[in-house]
């Protein structure tokens, strides 16, 4: 079946400017991650849905980041304001959400170039 | 907070020597501890999972270990080939969330 997918693939904007990245997560799975790699570095956490609420945002790194899923299938990220400091790739995962231990799967990933 | 480090940062061997990925994490509380693939500008590959509760997953010529206590796990990749070069990473996963290592490169010389 089809795995995670993540629209665009490379987004190019300029700083100030608003994005938002999109995530549709395999069919039936309720639960939905977001995650951050920056050059040279391992993904960091970002969001966890549980279908339509957000049971973690701790991740978040301040109040210009905002997800949202609200039929709790495909979700959006959404950057306010945009920093050359917020150029990375944002990758999407998703599990069937039976439990903390459950196997994530990966999107390929939004590469954003904040310019 | 989780930290997990991984050493080497980079790796280079000739075709055919084993590989050995080292991984270690400070908060032993984990569920589960996976290795993934990454080719440069691609997405993760899930490699191997390995249980809180399991010492070791094996799958054709790659093998993990875990020792939960001691906060240590590592990969090792037998008879290393050109198609192995990437970057691998290491994750554990502790409520929902996975921490990740920044990996480690190998480069695998024909």
């Known amino acids: 079946g089809a795995g995670v997918s993540q629209t665009p693939s490379n987004k190019v904007t300029e700083k100030g400017k608003y994005v938002e990245l999109r995530c549709d997560p395999i069919s039936g799975h309720t639960a939905l991650y977001w995650y951050r790699q920056s050059l040279g570095q391992g993904p960091e956490f970002l969001i966890y849905?549980?279908?339509?609420?957000?049971?973690?945002d701790s991740g978040l790194p301040n109040d210009r980041f905002f997800a949202v899923r609200p039929e709790g299938s495909v979700s959006t990220l959404k950057i306010q304001r945009t920093e050359r400091g917020d150029s990375a790739v944002y990758l999407c995962a998703s599990s069937l959400d039976r439990g903390p231990a459950d196997t994530q799967y990966f999107g390929p990933g939004t590469r954003l170039t904040v310019l | 907070k989780q930290e997990v480090t991984q050493i080497p940062a980079a790796l280079s061997v000739p075709e055919g020597e084993n590989l050995v990925l080292n991984c270690s994490f400070t908060d032993s509380a984990i569920y589960n501890l996976q290795w993934f693939r990454q080719d440069p500008g691609k997405g993760l590959t899930s490699l191997l999972l390995i249980q809180s509760s399991q010492r070791e997953q094996t799958s054709g010529r790659l093998n993990a270990s875990l020792d939960k206590s001691s906060g240590r796990s590592t990969l090792y990749i037998a008879a290393s080939q050109p198609g192995d070069s990437a970057t691998y990473l290491c994750a554990v996963t502790n409520d929902y969330k996975l921490s990740f290592g920044a990996g480690t490169t190998v480069t695998v010389r024909a």
């Open positions: 849905f549980q279908g339509t609420g957000a049971a973690d």
